[in-house]
């Protein structure tokens, strides 16, 4: 163990790192070994890593000098932030910042920035196709994310930066599902018209994430955009069609529509479809399936993801 380089994880207890710390520990070739990080060393999820085999060690991302002492004899960082914990755009920046500043502090030689674009370069504040949010954001969550994209630059941190797709796992746990109506009729509901959705099984995003790290030197100083499938929303019903036994229509409503859908970050999730959607071709094209499959060659269609979790997904 001892001469196995650290790649330490933020956000372990959750879906990303997760999957990264289990990626790790299931390539004992790799010749890495994990250091989870958790507020809460005593929690399940945290427990459960350590019966795994990882280090698990406290750190606060609102706590830069945690951050320090925990980075410290990492080879390599995997960093994240989590925008739904708090749904303040500013916090993930400095969140994010804190992370870039402690990882130049403790001399990591290789991180992975969880990041999204920052859609304010493509739809600036003054284009009225979509409303402006939180004053200075058209797609807060997103925003944050690609701004401080600067900051891993600035601090001279040698940097990955990992532009991720929407996870299938929303259908299991952010109620994006399929919803039976009124009429009996199950429909899953997408403001993408008949654009392809870049997707991915939240697990592959851990695994490329080793391939990234196995390979540093191709993909240092690099932005790498990874997805399982680009799927639209009619294929996506018709593959839940297929793995229920039971028919699923996509139901393509407008931008504006899902904004006023009223749950906590609808305008932002509205925004973010219709960004998708208007920058097809960009998203897209900014997210390869070819190129997360040379780095996780495993990696899951959604057939084969739906195949494994289709009793997760809330049929109601
Ligand atoms: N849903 C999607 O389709 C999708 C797609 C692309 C990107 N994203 C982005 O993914 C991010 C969330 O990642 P996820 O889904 O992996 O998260 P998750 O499953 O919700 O877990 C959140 C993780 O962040 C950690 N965390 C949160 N605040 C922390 C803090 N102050 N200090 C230390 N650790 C903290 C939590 O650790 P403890 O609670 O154990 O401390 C936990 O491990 C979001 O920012 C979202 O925008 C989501």
Known sequence: MADRKIIAVVGATGAQGGGLVRAIINDPGSGFT?????RDV?????KA???LGAEVVAADLDDVASLKRAFTGAYGL????NFWEHFSPEREYAQAKSQAEAARAAGVQHVIWSTLEDTRK?????????PTLMGTYKVPHFDAKGAADQEFANHGVPTTFLLTSFYWENMIFFGMGPKKGPDGVFRFTLPMEGKKL?????????????????NKSEYVGKTVGIAGEHLTGEEMAAAM??????????NAVTPAQYRAFGFR????????????????????????PAVAKRLHPALQTFDVWLAQNKSRIPLV
């Open 34 to 38: 994990a250091r989870a990080f958790t």
């Open 42 to 46: 005593t929690s399940e999820k945290a």
């Open 49 to 51: 890593l350590a019966k």
């Open 78 to 81: 995997f960093c994240l932030t």
């Open 122 to 130: 493509w739809v600036p504040l003054s284009d009225n196709r979509m």
């Open 198 to 214: 870049p997707g991915i099984a939240v697990e592959d995003i851990g695994r490329c994430a080793v391939g990234i790290f196995k």
């Open 241 to 250: 069609t297929r793995a229920f036994g039971q028919t699923v229509h996509y």
């Open 265 to 288: 970050g609808a305008e932002d999730l509205g925004n973010m479809f219709q960004f998708k959607s208007d920058f097809n071709e960009v998203f897209c094209g900014a997210r390869n």
